[in-house]
């Protein structure tokens, strides 16, 4: 199956070098097709096996690529804005006591220009009118919480307000929104948002730590000042409010062409097609403006957008121009030899396909443009979760190659079941143009949930409850509507919360869909038939307790034929909000969205440290990152495995800061025998890039040593007699006898 946009199937093969979307290997790939596409959102299913227990291992069982077009989204986050102790998880909103500011009739003191105020406008809290004034809204929101006692005894009063809103703070404990909306006085009822300190209010840029990097060499107008970052993607829409502003004379975007042999026939120019976000989408992640203010389907997003990089100029170098989707090893490689020749410090390739071996030419390509001084930055492409899974050219040794993990914010609208408030996800499916009510129908198979794949059968106008996973979301979808159904709730079947659903290109549907998450399941399980209300408004949310859960749908190593570890490190790729065509902003996910967060932070450094070499810049990002709270996408816990996050989540002051550089930044000792008692050996190079003292080494790992010898660590490995054929362990690395780099061993035994 192949998608049918650029905005390629998250967990589809959206490839450099494949026709189809292969499925997640048994073993090494086989796979010798020759286009490609970008990798994208998450048009499809979901995970269909297990990475492991608890998400530690690559494969269930220790085994191999399991489900291939497993995906999470374009806005996969939390429950629609609770704060305090019910920060939305995602679950059943209503059981946990989710929180709504109601606003009230009655003007606000601050606004009320019949009080009496000082020169500076402030009013007077202790003069009459102003205590008249608050005693006559004081006498509504009593009204309220009269009303609320009679008619919705659950929910409770938590705050009042009358300076600057006529509101109160309810926690519905079970109440439903559209009930209080229909209290007397009230004007608006909406879920609470989650606030933060607008310097580190970007939850992509915190969760690599970027504006305290920013404020360490000068805030953001020197990061990445300087330095120039190439997009080969789908084109970049150079007027976008994140690379022209109103009073730019020209768009930070300074090059622009065109590389397919099939657009000069065309007529094609580099500029991004109708619907070709992707391009955009990723170089806004790099460089948009520091402070753009943004809003969602009309909706205020509660940050202002910033770039990885906002300081840095780019060049777009479109291989996928217009309508085409696919492009050949030559297009790409004509766009990277452009990209150095114009003198581009970084390259993005947020793109993929099935591996060639050995012999993959583009992966050598990258090879020499890194030694040569160019970083060049890989998705890992969207086929996980399991072994095997890394697509060309990210399996390249010198290729800065990212997978993905989640960022807990997305845009929520209210589902009201049986009195109870869901918070479900808006994606590409419309929403009803005014509340839907009707009674849900579960679609059931003989475990469950059904995934309504094969076909779906509910009564005509109601809700069709359907679980996430073995097809693209527009198919389930499509069968709901043929089934007469008035709408669809998918259930999400990955930890976390719901993701914003995209649409597959093939199936044109109508009626309104929304995900809600895993959470939930449960619940709607024991409410078939039961009064349902999708409401019409949205709002952003964020949780905080959905981050860092690794993407299922992010691919695995080791890579096929040479065993190396792949990806090197993780990123924000699920549920990242950034630019796309007409000036607007979306959700995307997939591994093509982690990988401009690892260029935007490799520009960065660059600027920083023009000196380095591209290696020296890959070291610095991959052997500082943290492998401390990741999570596993199947039900949350902790997950460390290198083949699943590579050397950690990338920190920007942290590779900033970086004191040694380690080339090889893995080693893998490859496909080895097992239990001949041999003892294999790999050098690592280090370079010291700050600081003194004697380098040292340690490890940790079954079967693994090593030894100093100046400025080379010589690692061994002694493989095990017996055990899994899944080998890893770590380098720790001391300067002066502090740790200062940590690199990832493997072996691979047989």
């Known amino acids: ?71 999470q989204g374009k806005g996969n986050g939390a429950g629609s ?33 019949t009080l009496n105020r000082g020169q500076t406008k402030r009013v007077d809290l202790g003069s009459a009118n102003t205590r008249a004034a608050r005693a006559k809204l004081a006498a509504i929101r009593n009204d309220f919480k009269q009303w609320l006692k ?52 970007d939850p992509d840029l915190a969760l690599i730590d970027a504006v305290s990097a920013w404020n360490s060499m000068g805030g953001s107008a020197s990061a990445g000042h300087g330095v120039k970052v190439a997009i080969i993607d789908s084109g970049i829409e150079n007027d976008h409010p994140c690379f022209k502003r109103v009073t730019d004379a020209q768009s930070k975007v300074i090059v622009n062409k065109v590389f397919n042999m099939r657009a000069k026939n065309l007529k094609l120019g580099p500029e991004p097609g109708p619907g070709q976000d992707h391009g955009t989408h990723v170089a806004g992640t790099i460089a948009c403006y520091a402070d753009t203010t943004v809003t969602v389907d009309g909706a205020a997003v509660l940050y202002e957008m910033s770039g990885v990089a906002p300081a840095a100029e780019l060049g777009n170098y479109n291989v996928f121009p217009g309508p085409i989707e696919n492009a050949r090893s030559e297009d790409i490689l004509n766009a990277l030899e452009a990209a150095y020749a114009d003198g581009m410090n970084v390259a993005n390739m947020s793109l993929g396909g099935g591996s060639h071996g050995v012999q993959d030419l583009l992966t050598h390509a990258i090879d020499a443009l890194d030694e040569g001084g160019m970083v060049v930055v890989v998705a890992a492409g969207n086929s996980g979760p399991g072994y095997f899974t890394v697509e060309s050219p990210g399996m390249g040794e010198r290729a800065l190659t990212a997978g993905a993990y989640s ?61 996430r996973g073995g097809c693209t979301f527009g198919m389930k979808i499509a069968n709901a509507e043929a089934s007469h159904a008035a709408a ?17 290109g093939v199936h044109a549907t109508t009626i309104p869909a929304v995900m809600v998450g895993l959470g939930d399941r449960d619940f709607l399980l024991g409410k078939d038939g039961k009064t349902t209300t999708i409401g019409t408004q949205v709002a952003y949310a964020f949780s905080a307790s959905n981050n860092l859960f690794m993407a299922g749908f992010s691919s695995q190593g080791p890579t096929d034929v040479d065993f190396r570890v792949k990806p090197d490190v993780v990123a924000p790729g699920v549920n990242v909000l950034s630019s796309v065509l007409g000036g607007k902003f979306e959700f995307f996910s997939g591994t093509s969205m982690a990988t401009p967060h690892l260029a935007g932070m490799a520009a ?48 920007l002051p942290a590779s900033l800061g970086a004191k040694l550089a380690l080339n090889p930044v893995s080693t893998s000792f490859g496909a080895i025998p097992v239990g001949n008692g041999a003892t294999w050996s790999r050098t690592i190079d280090v370079s010291v890039l700050s600081g003194s003292g004697a380098i040292d080494c340690s490890v940790s790992g079954a079967g693994y040593g090593c030894s100093v010898s100046g ?11 017996a055990g899994s054929n899944d080998n890893p362990g770590r380098l720790i690395v001391t300067q002066g006898g502090s740790p200062v780099a940590t690199s990832v061993l493997f072996a691979w035994g047989k």
């Not at 995602?90 to 009320?112: C, E, I």
């Not at 669809?488 to 597959?504: E, L, Q, R, S």
């Not at 902790?638 to 996050?645: C, F, K, M």
């Open 1 to 71: 199956m192949r998608s049918s946009k650029i905005r390629s199937l998250t967990g589809l093969l959206a490839a450099t070098a494949i026709v189809a979307a292969s499925p997640a290997l048994a073993g090494p790939s086989n796979s010798h097709a020759s286009n490609g596409k970008a990798l994208g959102k998450d048009k499809q299913n979901s995970v269909t096996s297990s990475p492991g227990s608890n998400g530690n291992g690559p494969g269930s069982n220790g085994g191999n690529g399991q489900g291939k077009g497993n995906g």
């Open 81 to 113: 804005g609770q704060t305090g102790s019910q920060s939305a998880a995602g679950g059943n909103q209503g059981s946990q006591g989710a929180d709504v500011l109601v606003q009230l009739a009655g003007t606000p003191v601050a606004a009320d220009t």
């Open 150 to 201: 009679k008619n919705a005894p659950a929910a409770k009063v938590t705050s009042e307000f009358d300076i600057a809103l006529s509101a109160v703070g309810v926690e519905l404990n079970g109440t439903s929104v559209e009930l209080l909306r229909s209290a007397p006085g009230v004007q608006t009822v909406e879920f609470q948002q989650v606030y933060r300190p607008l310097d580190d209010a």
């Open 407 to 467: 960022v807990g914010h997305f845009m929520a609208v209210p589902v009201t079941v049986d009195g109870t408030v869901l918070s479900a996800a808006k994606g590409e499916f419309p929403l009803p143009v005014s509340q839907l009510t009707a009674p849900v129908a579960l679609v059931m198979d003989g475990t469950g949930l059904g995934n309504g794949c094969a076909g779906v059968s509910v009564p005509s106008g109601s809700i069709a409850v359907i679980a």
């Open 488 to 504: 669809a709730i998918i259930v999400n079947n990955v930890a976390g919360a719901p993701t914003a659903m995209a649409t597959d």
């Open 604 to 651: 960065v450094v660059i600027g920083a440290h023009p000196t380095w070499t591209a290696a020296q810049v890959r070291s610095a990002i991959v052997n500082t990152a943290n492998r401390v709270g990741l999570k596993g996408y199947s039900d949350g816990s902790p997950v460390s495995h290198p083949l699943i996050i590579g050397n950690g989540a990338a920190s």
């Open 711 to 721: 400025n080379v660590i010589t690692v061994t490995y002694t493989p095990r007699a």
